[in-house]
């Protein structure tokens, strides 16, 4: 269903399609526990029903209409303290995609989600796994809305919404593994900090007040930087407070 890509060096040279699968990510790290695997390996599906996302959110889509999918990268040559640099590299890809498609207000919101406007389209889980002092394998699941058009309560869009035009999914990924490729290759370039400057141009809420939550309730603040952690630093109270994954979220109303 899904053809390999002619245009990339090594994405998406080998694709396992999957009708049907929980989750593409587990599916892919299961598989490297039994066998060696070529970096740039894709699991693809167009039925995922057992997504994961961050903060242990489920990724739930409609059957045929959307990308979900998990890439193998092996990215050696990075140190464990660089891995979250790899999340920006991934969000900054599918923005760059959804902003060749002539999308506009496309905005990456702390982590790793994507949205058009104040509309979730993508969400990006990386699962890496380490050997010593360097990073073996990272996995890049990805989902994106492409065709669905209902959501529920859930404040999300798609591409179809957005530019009023059925999208060709297999077409879609060809694409996408371009610009995934290329951000790769920034990483293993070494090309940090421009990955660092166009994320945080990218990021919701740079510089820009927003409300947020922590454990002591509503507040209003900024985003003044993301350390290589992967630590959120947001202005808010005449200081700067520094916040892991899952002791702040962003308020949109």
Known sequence: MYETVKDTLFTAKQIIYLPECPSTNDFLLAELGRQSLHEGLVVITSKQT??????????????????????????????????????????LAVADWLKSLNIKDVKVKWPNDVYIG???????LLENQLRGTVIQHSVWGIGININQTHFGELAATSVYQVIGV????RLCFQSL????????LQLKAGLYPLIKQEYLSSLM???TEQKFEDAEGIFL????????????????????????????????D
């Open 205 to 207: 809420a740079f510089q």
């Open 177 to 184: 593994t371009l610009f995934i490729e290329k951000r790769y």
């Open 50 to 91: 057992a997504g994961k996302g961050q903060r242990g959110n489920t990724w739930v889509t409609e059957p045929d209409k959307n990308l979900t999918f998990s890439v193998l990268f092996k990215p050696i040559f990075m140190l464990p303290t660089h891995q979250f640099f790899m999340s920006m590299a991934c969000s």
């Open 166 to 169: 059925e999208q060709d999914v």
């Open 221 to 252: 603040g900024k985003i003044e930087d993301v350390l290589d952690s992967g630590h959120v630093c947001i202005y808010h109270s005449g200081i700067i407070k520094q916040y892991d994954l899952k002791e702040v979220k962003m308020i949109l």
């Open 118 to 124: 104040k509309n979730k389209v993508a969400g990006i």
